[in-house]
């Protein structure tokens, strides 16, 4: 091989690996989530979630996911969220997964939330039994974690394209929190729930827009 | 010029070795004395106490030598400036053996003395210096037996605490009791974490199935940050609290009142285990 040809391999393969390089940047820097806002005003706002099993579209139509309905009552696949300061947030979760059970029960008691309680399928609980929770929702800078029970397994007329319809086999969690001042905070599930990753640690618990996203607290 | 710079060469390092011991003749005094005692991270506890003094030791140790390479930098820059005409080899270098020895002695004596302290430090003097010691500690403090376990739990991404001796609760927040021996458990529930209770000095690695034992006894009162000091994904950067040193009858009211605040969860967790692993849930198959 001549020089002239190896020097072009070498410069073809760094124009590859920068082009990779920068690929990876921008597609980090510009694929972020869409921001739904809370519906109702300060100093009380309400935010309606779902989670799904598989999301059952592109590009990963196999990752279990939340999605979050607009003020115009569409269903949203975003995980970035914006509720106003200083307010009670009123959340309403339709839970669609099936139980996996929380790795760590500690996690099962709700915290953070008004009177300590959440609210499923119109029962007021202080605990969860883990065996039968499905994810949770947590907001660890406000204290807030929120385990969410799963629907049997056995259920019948499960969803398995988002967004699903309360018509399809779910559990409703409700709770309420407050904000403070504005700020913008991480929350994410507690529970390894990526199937087909190592130890269920891999693919949407690591991707901001299905396990993990942003609260926007806004003044 | 390069016939001027060899000419006064002798000229030229009395004047870079006489700036280089001036400046570090302020240099060390204000790094010990003025800058010292700001260096991390404090004197929480013991352990703290051994790692700044490193600190200082390794910072006044350094900077004669930055210092020295500076002066000899700037000075070269400045004396030996080439201007107007074109540039020329100048004569050839040659080896100064003794200079040569000179150097390998201080430096090598600079590093064995520096690892030979190290060493000290870690294991004789100070508990193991506030680092996890595994499950078999060699470095036990007096009094270890008796230390009060604290057990630290990493999951993504957050951690949690729990105390054997009280029930074997676990808590989101952590406290520890003032001039008591703490002996923390780190463990985790998924990835390696790493536990690194900065003020006090601690820095111990959260591994899946592993009991990871660091010792810590705290001087005063007060707070203390905790982080995750190992890239456990996305939230790595998030896992972080404060926690506190509070006396003895203040920590055990915080702890009736951990109890009463975890109440409702406590019939559900397991008991108490040095370690946890994380086996396979159905979903990850």
Known sequence: MSKAAKLAMVAAGIAAGAALITYYIVSYLTVTPPVVAATGSAPNAN????????????????????????????????????????????????????????????WGEPRGTTGGTMNVDAKTLNVLNPDLASHTFAIPELGVSVPLKGVPDDAKNQCSVAPCSLSEAHTTVKFSFKTGKPGKFRWQCFVPCAAGFPLGFGGPMQSLGWMDGYLEVAG | M???????????????????????????????????????????????????DANVLMTALLVPIGLLVCVAFIYSFVAFRQSGEAIVDGPPLKGHAGTQLLWIVVTGAIVVALAAWGS??????????????????????????????????????EWTFRYPTYGSIETRDIAIPAHTLVAFHVTSLDVTHSFWAYELGVKADAVPGVDNIAYVNARRTGFFQVRCAELCGLWHGNMAKKGRVLSPQAFQAWIAAAKTKNDAVQKYLPPYNPWYFPAPLRRAG
């Open chain 1, 47 to 106: 935010l309606t979630l779902q989670t799904v099993a598989s999301f059952g579209h592109p590009p990963h139509v196999d990752w279990v996911s939340y999605l979050a309905k607009n003020p115009q009552g569409k269903w949203v696949h975003s995980t970035v969220l914006r509720v106003p300061a200083n307010s009670t947030v009123n959340v309403t979760i339709y839970q669609f997964d099936t139980a996996t059970g929380l790795r760590n029960p500690f």
């Open chain 2, 2 to 52: 390069t016939q001027i710079a060899t000419e006064r060469g002798p000229q030229h390092v009395r004047l870079v070795v006489g700036i280089w011991l001036a400046l570090t003749a302020v240099a060390v005094p204000l790094i010990v004395l003025v800058l010292g005692p700001h260096l991390p991270p404090g004197r929480m506890t013991a352990e703290a106490s051994s790692q700044r």
């Open chain 2, 120 to 157: 000290y430090t870690l294991i004789a003097s100070s508990h193991g210096s506030g680092g996890g010691q595994g499950p078999d500690p060699i470095a036990n403090p007096s009094g270890y037996k008796h230390a009060l376990p604290v057990q630290v739990i990493g999951q993504q991404w």
